[in-house]
């Protein structure tokens, strides 16, 4: 799902490449329709879904034998089809939906989409949970984290997590998670009031979507992934330590109670996040075999730490100008709604920043704004969260 996207491409060349182990049966995409209709021609689906029913038509006239969805519907639909393992990187609460469905029919996930756990984390887990159903992490930070879980108590929702202890008895002490710092690092606030858009998508490590990039630079994005790690590994926030690491190689850590601390490291490549939790519990060779005799040894595609991880620096985020780290703590403290208040507001926030509606600064802003008004009892259902993430899009739109 959001196979025209940043993660659904870059998964999809995992599967043109491995074509004996792997069949996509459902694509979908929002509007790149040309693109998504290069991947039915590559890749035979039996059903895709696309944004609206103007192009549904359109793809249903070139493509007879395929059944074509639309709209919200559409991603449910193809989140409900026969299958081992649904990718779901779509963008924004737009994957809450489509998750929860895929999760009652009993289907593993490949989470790319944080917001399902941001603004889902209760329902969503519970669920998996329920129907005994893996929920993989395709997020640098959390596969890694994920990766150092293995065989140390496991984590909540990848299955390694052992029923019997809840959580509670597992030896791990902080997770450490690190951050790229995006490309505002070190500046003051003063010097952000008036970035561009240009400037805010020009992300120094990672090539990404535009809210996920816009996410980055504001340091949201590392508030909405304390919270996905809450849900994913069954960790209290306090125990969730955010660090700054340029370098962006050591994609995150786990500390352990005898002071032992695990890190996963690796050059900044989403394909080693999504293979191995398409793969999982094996791992898929995406990199040529090591050759001492190369005169370019480790040989390319390999981390070489005597030249790019040469220095590996951490620091302490600045929190008082990411005012997001915060926000995303206090949300999680919060519980109930916070957290969909405040995710709703900063999808709504990074739009209308994109379309160079608002300032930088007004994003952080007006999200607080927006939380501190908001008072809404705590959702029980996908529905109630959607309707309070509409709301909360409505209050930051008055409130600015
Ligand atoms: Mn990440």
């Known amino acids: 799902m ?31 329709v040309d693109s998504l209709i290069e991947q039915i021609r590559e890749f035979s689906p039996e059903a895709v879904s696309v944004g609206n029913a103007e192009d549904a038509a359109r793809v249903q006239a070139e493509f007879p034998d395929i059944t074509v969805y639309y709209g919200d519907a559409g991603l449910v639909e193809i989140a409900q089809m026969d299958c081992d ?15 929860y469905k895929a999760i009652e029919c009993g289907r593993d996930i490949a989470l790319a989409n944080k917001e399902t756990l941001v603004a889902g984390g209760a ?26 879980l293995e065989g140390n108590g496991g984590s909540a929702c990848g299955r390694a997590y052992r029923e019997s202890d809840g959580g509670v008895d597992r030896p791990v002490r902080r997770i450490l998670l690190t951050a790229s710092g995006g490309p505002f690092r070190g500046r003051s606030l003063e010097e952000m009031r008036d970035v561009t858009i240009e400037q805010a998508l020009n992300h120094p490590k990672w090539s990404m979507g535009s809210k996920i990039t816009i996410d980055s630079a504001t340091m949201m994005n590392k508030g909405l992934e304390v919270i996905e790690a809450r849900w994913l590994f069954d960790v209290p926030a306090d125990k969730i330590d955010v660090h700054v690491h340029p370098e962006s190689i050591v994609h995150s850590m ?34 040529g075999d090591f050759d001492p005799e190369a005169s370019d040894a480790p040989g390319a595609g390999a981390l070489d730490l005597f030249t790019t991880g040469a220095n590996l620096t951490f620091e302490k985020p600045d929190r008082k100008v990411f005012r997001c780290i915060d926000l995303a703590y206090a949300a999680l403290k919060e519980g109930g709604a916070a957290p969909v208040v405040m ?12 379309s160079g509606k608002i300032g930088f600064l007004d994003i952080p802003e007006t999200i607080e704004k927006v939380m501190d008004a908001a008072d809404f009892a ?3 259902t996908v529905d109630e969260i959607l309707h309070i993430d509409r709301e909360a899009r409505r209050m930051a739109a008055e409130l600015l």
């Open 2 to 32: 959001g196979s025209t996207g940043s993660i659904g491409t870059q998964a999809l060349e995992i599967i043109r490449n491995n074509k004996d182990k792997f069949k996509a049966v459902g694509l979908t995409c929002r509007s790149r």
């Open 85 to 99: 393992i649904v990718l779901n990187s779509l963008m924004g609460i737009s994957g809450l939906a489509p998750t």
């Open 123 to 148: 329902l969503v887990t519970d669920l998996c949970r329920q129907n005994g159903v893996r929920l993989l992490p395709v997020d640098s930070e959390h596969s890694a984290i994920f990766q150092c």
């Open 254 to 287: 786990v500390e352990f109670c005898d002071g032992s601390v695990m890190a996963q490291m690796g050059l900044p490549d989403m394909k080693i996040p999504i293979s191995l939790a398409l793969n999982y519990p094996d791992r898929m060779k995406l990199i």
């Open 343 to 354: 995710n709703g507001a900063n999808e709504a926030l990074v739009a209308m920043f994109l």
């Open 378 to 380: 705590a959702p029980a």
